[in-house]
């Protein structure tokens, strides 16, 4: 079911598209299946070129035979399509569940346009259900943790703190980090939170998307819905 609505989602994103863009495409199975409908698209005779947010996205376009460029190659892109764990109704994100969040926020920052693909379960008053991933270095991982937990504290927030996949193996990023993910349940002041744990050194990014989303296409039982900020 949920499947299906974010295959809807999906979908009304592709209308946005057009010949001759430059696209960021994203990552997680929402993003999956825009790829996967853009595929068609493409084979048909669409000219687009999509630069891939994971190397998960770069193997699945490819697949589908969607022209690939890095950011060096198109440092401006036209549109972003991805999906999100949470958006509030100013469509502010937690994105990272799949772990991509870096190279999402930077493809989403360079572009004229993001636009993101949800089911409606992904809708929410609050942000902060959904673990906030904070990704770090591997270096001085310990410290960096103190040095998260002890920032969030000050902020009034009492958070339990993972590391994703555990001391023993530890998730690794495509860029060679680790994630952190911190339980808040709820985000007051998502802004200050931000600006607070990009200044501690050991952060590399964390998961808020905060004013970079342009409109979002949710899906429900009602149909898909578009919201703008
Ligand atoms: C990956 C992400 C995804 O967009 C987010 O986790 C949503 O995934 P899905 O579409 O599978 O629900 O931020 O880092």
Redesign the pocket.
Known sequence: MSDQM?AKAAAAALEEVKGGMRLGL???????HFVRLLGPRVRAGLDVVGVP??ERTAALARSEGIRLATLEELPELDLTV????ELDSELAL????????LR?KIVASASARMIV???AS?KVETLGAFPL?IEVVPFGLGATRRAIAKVLEELGYTPRLSLRGGDASPYVTDGHHHILDADLRQIGAPRALSDALLRIPGVVEH?LFLGLAAAAYIAGDAGVEKVEP
């Open positions: 974010k994203g990552t997680g199975s929402t993003a999956e947010t994971s991805d999906g999100a764990d937690i994105k990272g569940g799949g772990g991509a969040l999402e693909i949800a089911d992904k991933p998961g």
